[in-house]
Every structure is written in C-alpha cells, then in structure tokens.
C-alpha cells in the first residue's frame, strides 16, 4: 500500500535518514522498529509530508502521496498533546472536523467511542481536568474516529497503563482486522512484536532489516528446541548424537527440560526419532529470538565493529 | 478553505467565551468614560475653601481682591515668619514686593501647591488690580485703555480650501490617536498570537494538527482568529464608550450644570465689575461654543470615510506584519523566556514610529515623517498623522506608494513567518539563534 524508496534526508551536516526504502503492505501491522534517534519520526515525518526527502520519494498505492492523502490517513504522534482549556467533547469534535468529518457524523461516532470505552461522563470536562491516561485515550479516539485506510501510530502505548495498553492493543487488532493498514513505530521492540505482520527495523539512518515477521523469525531462528521428558538427561544426550547439541539441562522432580541446538542438516524429526527410545517426551517447544535480540544480531553482521553499542533499553 | 476557517472560528470562539474578554469588554470603557468623569468632577471639586494670606507692604492690594465661593484672601500689611505661616491656618502666602508695578512679580508660598485654578485665579486677580492701579498711575483713562487693550486671535486658512479654517494641529492629535490604537492593537493582539502559537507548541497540540492542515493555514486560522477576536472588542468598546458616554455626559452636564448656576450669579457681578475696569471678557460659556464649532468645523473638513478606511487599512495591514512575525517568534521558541532576543527587533521599530508619530503632530511636514510614513514597520501608525491632517490626500502618490509597501511587506513577512513557523514549531529542547533561523527559511518543504 505504502512504499518508501530511497529517502535521504539531511538536517544541516546531520544525516537523518541515508537511503531508506520499505514497503507497507495493505492490510497489515507494519512495525517502524529501532532505537531512539535512529530516524523513526523523521520518516513518519516524510511520510505525513511535514518535511521533504531530499531526495527519494513515497508511493501511496503506486502514485506519489498528495495532501489529501495525508489529510485522511490517522496519525497519532510520539509527542501529542491536546488543548488543555479545551472541553473534551468540543475538542474531540474539532479535530475530526478538521479531518474532513461532518459535524453529525462526528458527533455520532464519537458518542459511540465515548460509550464503549466508558468515558461518556468526560464530554463537558476540560482536557486539563483528565488525567494523562485519560487524554491519550480521548488522543486515539480522534486520531482514528475518521475511520482512516492508513493509520500511523508513534510509540502508541507510551503513557498508558498496563490496562491501558491492552485496550489499545485490542483496538489495534480490532481495526487490523477490518482492513485498516497500520503503521506501528516504537524503540520498544518487545512490546509490539506479537502485534506487527511486517517490521523494518532502523539504526542509524539505515533500515538494517525488513520483512515479514515470520520470515524474519525463520532467518534469524537459533534452530534451538526446548524438550521436556522423563528420562536420563546423559542418556538423552548421548541419543542426540550427530543430530543435535544438548546446550544446557536442569533436572526438577524427575522432568528434565533440555535446549537441544539442532546440528547441521538436522530435522526435529531426527532429533525425536533418536532420543524417543531414552526419553518420554512432556513437551517441545522452539526458542523464538526475541525482536530485540535479532535487531541486536542484524545491526552486529552490519556493522561487526559496532556491535550494537547503540541500543537502547 | 473550510478548515482555516474552523481554526479561525475556534480561535475567535476559545479566546471570546473567556471571562477575562468579558471583563475586559466591559472594564475598557467603563475605565475609560469612568476616567473621564471623575477628571472633570475631580478638576471641578477644589480642595475645600483655600484660604490666602495677602502680604502687602505698599498697601495695593488690601481688602481689593475679588473672592470666591472657594477662595477667601487675608492681607497682612508685614511678612510673616516660617513658622508663623506653619502655624497658620492659610494655606498659601502671596509675598507682593513694593516694586510690583516695576517688575511684574509676586511669590507664593504655600503648604500645599495649590492647583492651576486657583493659581491662575489668583494671578487674574492681581492682575486686574494692578493694571487699575497703573491706569492710575499713568493717568490712562479705563475707557481709552479698553480701545487700546488688543487680545490676539489668529484664524489659519489652507489655500487649498478656501474660505474654511483650517485645524491641522487638532486633526494632527486625532490623527495620533488613530495611530495609537493601532500600535496598541498590534502589540495587544500580536503578542496573544505568539502565545497562542507558543501554546500549542508546547501542548504538542500542533504536532497532532499538522497532519490534517498545513502549518501556514495554521498560522493564518490564529493570526485571522485573534484579529476577530480585537475587532469584535474593539467594536463593543466603541458601542458601550458611545452608551456609557451618553449617560455619562448627561451625568457631567447636570453636574457642571448645577455648578455654572452658581458661577453665574457671581459671575454677573464680576462680568459688570470686570466691564468696567477691563477691555476683553471671554466667558466660559463662550469658550464651550467656540469649541463645539471648531469640533464641527473639523468634522465638516475631514473625507471622514476615507480616513475611516484608510484606518482600517493601515490597521490591518499593520497587525498582519506584525502577528505574522510574533507567530514567527512564538514557533522558534520553547517558553516566554527565550522570547526576549527576537521581541527587541519587533518592539523598537514600533517605538519609533510612536516617537516619530508625535512629532509628526508638529511638524507633519518633516523628512523624518516622511520617511517614516513610508517604511511599512512604521507606516501604519506615522501615516495616520499625515491622513488625518489630509497632508497625505495631498501627495496621493506618497500614499499609494506607503500602501503598497506596506502590503508587498506583509506578504512577505508572513511568507518568512510561514517559513520558520513551519520548522520551528516542531523543534524542541533548542535553543534558537539567528544564524538556524536563517537555516531554516531555506530547508525544503
């Protein structure tokens, strides 16, 4: 739906973004993942045509991004804020007013969201009597009350409670599901890799990585299996043979759990086939790299030297 | 088109549906036509009954001075002491030397200054005695004397309008006062846009915005808003001064009224003992008519449409030069504080034009005038002078040569604004310099 190809943008002597391409494809959770600094707002910044590349260019569905393009897609900022003096109700409105929403259709949609999400007494309230959790959720309910194709979400969790969050999180899905394209963008990889279909993942003014998060999982998988079984942990291990490495093993009440790295050309297949005999298997599950864990391994093979000095958390 | 004008009605509405509006609304005239009542009660109320110790050596004056309600004159044929007159109950002494015919000059000591009124009652009595007294000495018939006595007036005529006086110093301090309410609108309201501005910034309000309107509408919705928002003050203020003067005139004739039928009893008594001493009367009365006429007179002179207009011009073109850079200023900056080393270049240019605007109430002529009324950071408030005299209607190529700078500026200082609006308002943590401003009028949009 969305392509971003070959963006350079510069702030002075400072590099913002050097070559930066992806594709957002429709109907998706896309996740901007990487740390601070690295370029993330800049690009949303592009993307929202606030500023310019210098040079490269951004497609929406295979034509260059007009204004009204921007004007109908959702976009919820890393730093957000409402008019303080505002009442909730009145501001609400605004907003979706100045997204193109008719009056009445603005008022309805937002009695509705008001109501699912209990917050139908804050209408006449001004935005400074809310506390912080309470304005960011009146912040996404604006942000996506025009029922936008493209929504853009940057750090969406960040001042929200765990509770909070979940709903948010729910909504995502929820608007995920009836076709909406997402852009999600946060530093904080965990907290989204269950949520994004797609990621790209930037460091320093480079995507480092992209894709399907499946693929990605595929590629960076560590072929490393955790086995719960009854059984000898030495004689599991000298059943493993060539197929696989038994990397560590700890033994609780007769249940041994053992990570078994899979050796070269080895299947799980082989591997259950030659340790069935010694072992009654409870359980096998596979050592998924977290998002943070494989960004850390692509910026390291990118950069050897840097090994990821540059990472946050 | 549709969203400006949503971000026009919201910034006109949040700003006119604050108390502090209305309060302001109905505090301006009240203040002003309030003010105004109680100089003219205050300046009517002397201080109580002044009493004035007349020290007369060479007997000139004893028992010859006329009184008033308010003004009651003691003589003393010697000097008192210091502490003698402290300790008296006058409270001003009048010292008349001998050689008073010689050299004109008499002294007044006093407890408490007492106000011009008195000083020039004083004065003019003195006066009337003295000169008898000088008849007297010179053997001059009163009679001859009042012949002779020529009290000045001069009547100036433009030839460019025949056979009507011309008033071009009262036209000239209307003419300031046209120009003072434009520089005050400019900085009262500029300096709300930059709040605004400021505000929404560090709300973090504009990051949200800008991805449904263009920075530019943004600044232009605010800078459009808040001139609603002083128009519409200005308009009430105008309806309740005209409201509130009505009554409160009423109430200051009735009052000056019930204070004149006192004055006159006395004054008929004065005016008869004046007429025979003295060559030229001028009552107040006469002086109160001479005044309505010149209003009129002026009224009649004035193209008051044209000036009307041209008010409204340089009135609008002024505060959108200006807003446009306080919206400027208010976008580079992260708090009040920061504001100080961009508000400067903004505030002297305005400075000056109230200084030159003053002087251009003398000497409407003048190159400084000149110039200044052609510069457009000045012109809005320094032309005014020259319109109101119709110096300006007089060099019409000056004017349309004033007005068309003034618009080219405003275009331009509001396409510059647009420019550093557009960056800075999403800059933050930085402390700005002229030198990144600079930069950012030519990063790519």
Same mark, same amino acid.
């Given at each position: ?313 | ?250 109430? $200051?004739?009735? *009052?000056? @009224?019930? =204070?004149?039928?006192?004055? #006159?009893?006395?004054? &008929? %008594?004065? +005016? ?124 019409? $190529?000056?004017? *349309?040569? @004033?007005? =068309?700078?003034?618009?080219? #500026?405003?275009?331009? &200082? %509001?396409? +510059? ?29």
């Amino acid at each position: 739906m969305l392509s971003v190809e070959n963006v350079v943008k510069r702030f002075g002597d400072h590099v913002a973004l050097d070559g930066v391409s992806m594709d957002v494809p429709k109907g998706k959770i896309f996740g901007l993942l990487g740390p601070n600094g690295a370029g993330k707002t800049t690009l949303i910044r592009i993307i929202t045509r606030i500023t310019g590349p210098d040079s490269g260019r951004v497609l929406l569905n295979g034509r260059p991004m007009t204004d009204a393009d921007v004007a109908a897609m959702g976009y919820l900022p890393e730093e957000r804020g409402l008019y303080k003096k505002m009442k909730v109700g009145e501001q609400a409105l605004y907003l979706a007013q100045l997204k193109g929403m008719d009056k009445q259709e603005a008022t309805k949609r937002l009695k509705e969201w008001f109501e699912r999400w209990e917050m139908g007494n804050w209408w006449n309230k001004k935005v400074e009597e809310l506390s912080k959790g309470m304005a960011q959720k009146v912040q996404f309910v604006t942000t996506v009350l025009h029922q936008p194709e493209f929504l853009i979400l940057d750090e969406p969790f960040s001042g929200f409670d765990p509770i909070n969050a979940e709903l948010i999180r729910t909504e995502i899905l929820r608007l995920a599901a009836t076709g909406t394209t997402i852009m999600l963008s946060t530093h904080n990889m965990g907290s989204v890799e269950e949520l994004c279909d797609h990621i790209a993942l930037i460091d320093r003014n480079h995507v480092v990585l992209s894709g399907s998060v499946k693929q990605i999982r595929q590629q960076y998988s560590t072929n490393t299996y955790r086995v719960e079984f009854k059984g000898q942990a030495v004689a599991f291990a000298n059943a493993l043979a060539y197929h696989g490495e038994l990397l560590d093993h700890q033994e609780e009440e007769g249940i041994c759990t053992a990570r078994v790295k899979l050796l070269h050309g080895a299947t799980l297949n082989n591997v259950l086939a030659a340790t069935l005999p010694v072992a009654q298997m409870i359980g096998l599950r596979e050592e998924v790299p977290g998002m943070h864990e494989i960004f850390i391994r692509a910026v390291s093979e990118k950069n050897p030297d840097l090994v990821a000095a540059g990472t946050t958390e | 088109m549709g969203k400006i004008k949503l971000i026009i009605w919201r910034e006109f509405i949040t700003r006119a549906r604050k108390p502090s509006f209305l309060i302001m609304t109905i505090l301006g005239p009240l203040l002003l036509v309030g003010g105004m009542v109680l100089v003219t009660f205050l300046g009517m109320q002397e201080g109580g009954i002044q009493n004035i110790v007349v020290v007369d050596k060479a007997h000139l004056l004893t028992n010859k001075l006329q009184e008033s309600n308010d003004i009651k004159f003691f003589y003393e044929p010697d000097e008192l002491s210091d502490s003698a007159f402290k300790a008296s109950p006058y409270s001003a002494m009048v010292e008349v030397n001998p050689l008073v015919l010689e050299n004109n000059t008499i002294q007044i000591f006093y407890k408490d200054l007492p106000s011009m009124t008195v000083q020039n009652y004083i004065s003019r009595e003195i006066e009337k005695v003295l000169e008898t007294e000088k008849l007297r000495v010179n053997n001059v018939d009163p009679a001859t004397y009042r012949r002779i006595k020529t009290a000045l007036k001069i009547q100036l005529f433009d030839i460019e309008k025949q056979g009507k006086q011309s008033y071009d110093q009262i036209k000239a301090f209307l003419g300031f006062g046209f120009g003072y309410l434009i520089f005050f609108f400019i900085f009262m309201y500029g300096a709300q846009v930059m709040r605004g501005v400021m505000e929404e910034k560090q709300n973090r309000v504009v990051e949200v915005l800008i991805s449904s309107v263009k920075p530019f509408q943004l600044m232009m919705g605010k800078i459009v808003g808040v001139a609603m928002v002083g128009l519409t003050q200005f308009l009430l203020w105008v309806v309740l001064t005209l409201v509130l003067g009505t009554v409160g005139m009423g109430f $200051a004739k009735s *009052a000056i @009224s019930g =204070a004149a039928m006192q004055q #006159t009893t006395q004054m &008929t %008594t004065q +005016l008869q003992a004046q007429m025979d001493d003295q060559g030229t009367v001028q009552s107040d009365a006469g002086e109160a008519a001479e005044m309505l006429g010149v209003a009129k007179a002026i009224w009649d002179d004035l193209p008051v449409t044209a000036i009307l207009l041209l008010f409204v011009f340089y009135f609008l073109g002024g505060y959108l030069l200006y807003s446009s850079l306080f919206a400027a200023t208010g976008a580079a900056v992260d708090s009040e504080t920061d504001t100080q080393q961009f508000m400067l270049p903004i505030t002297i240019p305005m400075i000056i034009a109230i200084v030159i605007a003053q002087t251009a109430v003398y000497n409407p002529d003048g190159p400084a005038v000149f110039w200044f009324s052609i510069i457009p950071f000045t012109s809005p408030v320094v032309m005014m002078v020259r319109i109101a005299t119709g110096n300006a209607f007089a060099h019409p $190529a000056e004017l *349309a040569l @004033s007005m =068309a700078l003034l618009i080219a #500026t405003f275009l331009f &200082t %509001t396409w +510059l604004a647009g420019r550093i609006y557009r960056t800075g308002i999403l800059m933050y943590g930085k402390k700005v310099t002229w030198k990144e401003l600079g930069k950012w009028l030519f990063y790519k949009g």
